[in-house]
């Protein structure tokens, strides 16, 4: 993999399914000034990626199941592995409802929602079981897709209000800093990079600036799609619209052209599938580790039906939102595990791998 | 194994189409659908359905269907459903139409069915109705146009001529839940020709009705006061041509009194200023540049007579916009947004306002003024 590779890979990871509702989430969260939170979130990422890629320094040419047990022993190793083995299938699962969800309320409302688990299951066993090369080139190409979301966005500008977000920084840093801690799901598969992080060809160039460039190019089309539903949508009104973007691209005619939502999402889903497979890969990656002497292949031809079973919690908003919950508080701990490992690694120095 | 894969990817892209279908040349499309309420407070809807046709390329057929039901849901997508032979189809509506008496009642609950739904078209113009809404829909056709095209077409070109502004059902969502500004919706009503054959009954606009919060509030702007409120408002649209009586003379009434400006620039300035009192003080002022279009006294219009005639305009649209304005007080309807300025730039003294009250009190300090920059190839 190459870094261009690495940048499509993390960035490609990032945006997905969040994309819809996030402006909701955050206004749910912070209020007016949600999209001040997204600033300070994309900071925060990005200092987590530094520390990431300190941590992965340490243990060239190593992934993070393979140097975990060299931290923590072999007990505590892997049991912090089967944890992050848990989280990427955990979230997998959860995209994939997600998906099932919104492409019942938006797209095919009387198709059988199983088959768009189906149409998933198929590229992922298809897909997840190729080395992380092929699903990167795969990032890359889908890529070119972000610019086609973003200038969506902007063929409409009639119901634009900038006052919508006036006064700014009415609700205080509090809940500035509580829509930042509610978009971290949104921003959530950077942490991907502790999983391909062994796979990156860096030619002596560091692996920092590719990562940290996708994280400011998703902060930013985070950003341009929550300010501008924010200044579409009053603030009384956001509340009642779960899913703002597809709704505010409902609205928009063109000549020859309605029903804009329908092309945004089908663009949306080639992101989702992208995400999907990233995720779904690092989880066979664990299960291949221990069992399959790091051949996931083998892995993800039983991981995909095990994920692809998620379907059956389907329609039910309230468990929905639990598993939310659950994967809200579980990625905290997801992601803020490899800071203390650093530290951990860092006082103790303890180095691995062959040196560079 | 792969031949097994290809064998699996067939079946899924193949079955797939027979998991829901729904033929569009079965589909029995809504073309327009109008609310109106009965003596019973029941909602009435009726509706244009046009089906597809046959092959052979005739005139599309059209027929109105009546339903009455406590609820939208009940009385459209339920009893008209089972009216019809074949599916429903309301992705194809093109107008909402409301009857006044309805339209006082609160919108957002009375449209919910069409809000909640994904499918059904947000794109569908919304317009308030004096009189019984479904008489518009049983109007005949006019032209080749089905009744529910016609209406769509009117209320379009209104829209074009800057009488009315863009108003849909997604457009109205989010202002009906607006604290900081209040909705406008068109108006149109049903006039009579004199017979059925040369002139026919028709629509037309008969201005914009004005919302207080959720609800109509029976006060509206006529189509002159409409162009001038919008220009207030948005601004130009494509064209917006304004005529005005500049000249007063007694017991004639003759072409050459008359003034015909053509808009082709619109500048408001807008400052929303809170007193220590407490109340509210709003300054507009709107610039417009207008192109002579008509103006059939047989005078040349020379650099003293523009700069007459530039005063006399502006002192008119200042009078009716004060009027427009005062009406919109009466009304209780904030459709400048002005709450919403009030929101953004002054939150401290938003927080202690009681904008109900306050914004009947609030002074308005409007003034238009016109300058003409062309007349045309004749002076």
Redo the contacts between chains.
Sequence with gaps: MTRMQLFAFILQSQVGIGVLSFPYVLHQAAGEDGWISILLAGACVNLLLVIYVALCRRFPGQNLYEFMPRILGKWLGNAVNAFYTFHFLFISCLVLLLEMMLVE??I?????PW?VI??NF?ILIYFAKESVRVIARYNTMVTFLLILMVAMMFTSF??M?Y??V??IG?GGWTAIIAGAKSSVISFLGFELLLIVSSDVQTKGKSMLTPVLWANCLATLFFFIVVLLCFM???P??LP??PQPV??FL??I?LPFL?RL?LIFLSVWLVKVTATLISYMYAGGKGLGYWFHRNEHKKAIYYLVPVVCLAGFLWRSDKRIALLQKIAEYESFIIIGLPVLLFLFVWLKDKKGGQPV | MNRLAIFGLTVVFLLSGCSYHSDLKNLQLIYATSLDTNEKNEIVTTVTIQSPGGKERTVPIHEVLSASGPTLQESLYKKIGLQIAGPIGTSKNQVMLISDKLARSDLLNLLDATFRNSNDPMLAKVAIVHGEAADLIRLNRIGSATSGEYLRKIIKSAQYETVIPYVTVHSIYPLLHDRGKDGVIPILKRENGRDGETDKDKAVIDGLGLLNKRKYSGYFLTPEQASLFLLMNNGINETCVITRKVEESKGKNDPSQYLSLDMVSSRRDKKVTVRSSGQVQVQIKLKLKAIVIEYAKNNRIDKQLVDQLNKRFSALLTQEAQGICKLLQKAHSDALGIGRDLMAFHPKEWKKLDWEKAYPETEFQVSVSVEIVSHGIIN
């Design positions: 309320l938006w095919l409302p009387f198709t059988n088959l189906a149409a198929v009639n119901t209000d006052r919508y006036l006064p009415q579409n949508f009053s009384e009104s009642y619209i597809p709704y409902n609205g005619s309605e939502d």
